[in-house]
């Protein structure tokens, strides 16, 4: 590797005289990166080692921590084919009501979570929440009453918040832009083959039922929170915090890697300093409300059918066992159809598409289901409706965080995005009513609501951002401004291009 001053693939990204001013990237300092050597030049074959190299670091840990999260909030679905409901004796919508209190939380806490990462740094803060919900979900196999069981759904929801919003937010301090979906696809992936785990699992533990004076939900969660809590400890040991400081990296790695994502959506580097105007930004660009939006029509029908996939799949006649192993095989077409799409997306540089045929396939998959049609049909159904929202999730993370520019506006708006959109979730923990069983029409219909809303959405962000985009062609380099000028501009910088 030879030593340049500045890596030829970002070159073309730099500013020239006809639309800058007095431009000394190499002057400036973000956060304390100036120690570090010039970045080197790679050919093809050594970025992608060294993106490589980043993957298998960072990316089997980041996925077992959002398994196992995963996992821990929604196997309260197959607790409930195991005895909860009977033994807690759940009545109408106390169910439902448990659920809901996972997210309400979950969706406050998650702002002041990604804030804060960066000052508790990633190697700690994101193991010791693990550790934290691990403890609270084995202490939720021994509660004895309703309240109780609130009570740990909503101290759950507290802890877990900070995981799934900080590991976007981290990653995006790892990877270039274009890298990203196939990167949150990887550690999303997860959560796909969570919903498999967590059904072979229960399956399982489900002839524990009765050990020690314990029903099978009880061991369900017990079992599982002590397996997060020593997930949660190895994290403290593998999990690095920032790039410029990686000492898995080699300091001209860590230069590149810095380099690249300084300059990666912006000719002058990335604003990187906290501001409260910062914070405003994110609150008020057009373009956050709009994604949650888009998120809503995902993240609702991802966690309604999740959470009750295994009661659905019973109301087929099959016994609460097969049930559970029934719930397999849609979750892992899901996860094989996630990995094509966030490969994909990556290689052709969009999003949209692949959100959108997500949404057409739950379209399908939800209008079978409210169909009056043969069980066989119905689970076949059932694979539309939960490969439909896996699989475009990743996208829908990917794409905000692409066209948001500066740290703080980023972590920022990324967290409203998960946090408001999440709130979807907390509607789909009510929709699908015991009273509605077994057709739970209610429950299809207000699914394809959210899809609808995507369906709308999708378009309107697209001819959004591509009228933006051309606008921007078009005044290029008729305005001049300095380097801070363009810098504290971020995604608003007429050399800001939006991904579609």
Not at 107 to 132: H, M, Q
Not at 184 to 197: E, K
Not at 361 to 385: E, H, Q, R, W
Not at 407 to 421: D, F, N, P, S, T
């Amino acid at each position: 590797m030879s030593q340049l001053s500045k890596p030829p693939d970002v070159e073309k990204c730099r500013p020239s005289e006809s639309r800058v001013e007095h431009v000394d990237v190499e002057k400036d300092d973000f956060a304390g990166d100036s120690a570090l050597p010039a970045p080197p030049t790679l050919t093809p074959e050594e970025e992608h080692r060294l993106w490589r190299k980043l993957d298998r670091r960072l990316l089997p840990i980041l996925s077992l921590l959002y398994l196992f999260s995963f996992m821990d909030r929604g196997n309260i679905g197959n607790a409930r084919l195991q005895g909860l409901v009977t033994q807690l004796d759940l009545t109408g919508n106390q169910y439902n009501i448990a659920l809901t209190m996972y997210f309400i939380p979950y969706c406050l806490v998650v702002c002041p979570a990604n804030l804060v990462l960066k000052r508790f740094r990633p190697s700690r803060w994101l193991p010791g929440i693990t550790v934290a919900w691990g403890i609270i979900m084995t202490l939720m196999g021994i509660v004895k009453t309703y309240p109780q069981l609130v009570g740990a759904r909503l101290a759950l929801g507290i802890a877990e918040a900070g995981l799934f919003p900080g590991v976007a937010y981290y990653l995006t301090l790892w990877y270039p832009r274009h890298h990203l979906q196939l990167r949150i696809g990887y550690f999303f992936g997860a959560a796909s083959l969570a919903g498999a785990f967590s059904g072979l699992l229960a399956f399982a533990i489900s002839f524990m039922s009765g050990t020690r004076g314990l029903l099978g939900w009880s061991w369900i969660f017990i079992l599982e929170g002590i397996a997060t809590v020593a997930i949660g400890i190895l994290a403290f040991f593998v999990l690095v915090d920032f790039p410029a400081t990686a000492k898995f990296l080699t300091p001209e790695e860590r230069a590149y890697i810095v380099y690249r994502k300084k300059y990666d959506n912006s000719s002058v580097g990335e604003e990187e300093h906290f501001a409260v105007s910062h914070v405003i930004e994110a609150l008020t660009d057009w373009q956050v409300w709009l994604h949650i939006l888009i998120y809503m029509s995902i993240a609702g029908p991802l966690y309604g059918i999740t959470l009750f996939l295994p009661t659905i799949i019973n109301t087929f006649g099959h016994t609460p066992a097969i049930s559970q192993l029934l719930t397999v095989p849609p979750y892992l077409f899901a996860t094989i159809l996630l990995y094509i799409f966030a490969r994909y997306s990556d290689q052709t540089q969009l999003r949209s598409p692949f959100v959108y045929a997500g949404l057409l396939m739950m379209l399908v998959g939800f209008s079978i289901n409210i169909s009056d049609v043969p069980p066989g049909a119905k689970y076949f159904g059932t694979f539309f409706c939960i490969a439909g929202s896996y699989a475009p999730f990743p996208g829908i993370v990917a794409w905000l965080g692409n066209n948001l520019s500066g740290q703080y506006k980023r972590a920022v708006g990324m967290a409203l995005h998960i946090g408001v959109g999440g709130l979807s979730a907390a509607v789909a923990s009510n929709i699908y009513r015991s009273q509605d069983s077994p057709q739970f029409r209610l429950g299809h219909a207000l699914e394809l609501m959210f899809v609808g809303i995507g369906l709308v959405c999708v378009p309107v962000a697209v001819v959004s951002y591509r009228r933006i985009n051309e606008r921007r062609e078009k005044v290029q380099g008729r305005v001049k401004y300095d380097v801070k000028e363009l810098r504290m501009m971020g995604d608003r910088a007429p050399d800001f291009r939006y991904t579609l």
